[in-house]
């Protein structure tokens, strides 16, 4: 098994690269450290990891680059990260949702296809299924109209990969819900939370604190991912799976957490961002039958982990990270 990971210096790519060394498993990765958010927070982590003869700084909007590098390197599975995130920022600047979530997403799966790539797992999202209430959310629901740019970018991707020609290379979307832990993006509300506390920040908050998110920590959703690469396929058919902890809390719940954990936050109340879905709450159903780990860490749990991570950044840092994402 040879592995590339795209987003490799990412949240959750990052992650991934270390659960793979781990396992022994051979994988490269690349990512193009775009300036999405505090690029040092990126070479930082990857560093933290020792990640760094491993990665290569690669666009994945250069076709041509592309190519040679699946020519070169030949991977048997691709793990498809990266992607520009952000739903706020998907109305303020569309074009990075365009380029590197479809046309790039578009060149992976070309060269993959090309060279008879066995699998194709790439990264969708909870907003595919919008401001809905009709939970848990299922793969088989029909999708209405995305709220975002952001969820139109990921729903575009799952219609690419359904509809695309299909030689040999089997295409899984992995929906994820809420994902969050050591080195999360710092535009994310638990990130900012946290770092908030640290910094001695108000906490801006734009949503309801009745909104409710299915909260999931990253190293469960490392582990389906890993899991994923070794199953064998029934069939080429492309397939969709939620990775959510599958039980959602409220805002006044994961504060009530906080509270306990003595993490004390200076809260702003900020008008309401109306992109924000006042529900996600994924069903795991689907994860269990296919005999793929089920998200276990709770929220408070995660919550420490993280807590205990970002205490451990030295402050100069942490601000420059939290400046930058403002």
Known sequence: MKVLVTGAA?????NLMEHLASSGIEAIGI???SNYYEPSM?????KSGSLATRIQEIDICNESVVKNLFDSFKPSHVIHLAAQGGVRASKINPVPYLQTNQIGFLNLLNAAEKIGVEKFLYASSSSVYGDRLDAPFKESDVLSAPKSLYA??????ELIAKHLPLKQTQRVAFRFFTVYGPWGRPDMAMFRLLASSLLGEKFKLT???KVMRDFTYVDDVSNVIESALS??????????FNVAGGKPFTLDE?????????ISIDIEQAPIDPLDV????GSVAKLETSSLPIPSTSLREGVIETWSWINRIEAEQLRAWFEYSR
């Open 42 to 46: 990126k070479y930082a982590h990857v």
């Open 152 to 157: 139109l970018s990921k729903l575009s991707n």
């Open 278 to 281: 006042k529900m996600t709450h």
């Open 254 to 262: 994961l504060f009530e957490i906080l509270d306990e954990l003595d």
């Open 231 to 240: 199953i064998k396929a029934e069939h080429l058919n492309p397939d969709v």
């Open 10 to 14: 990412g949240f959750i790519g990052g």
């Open 207 to 209: 949503a309801s604190t």
């Open 31 to 33: 990512d193009n450290y």
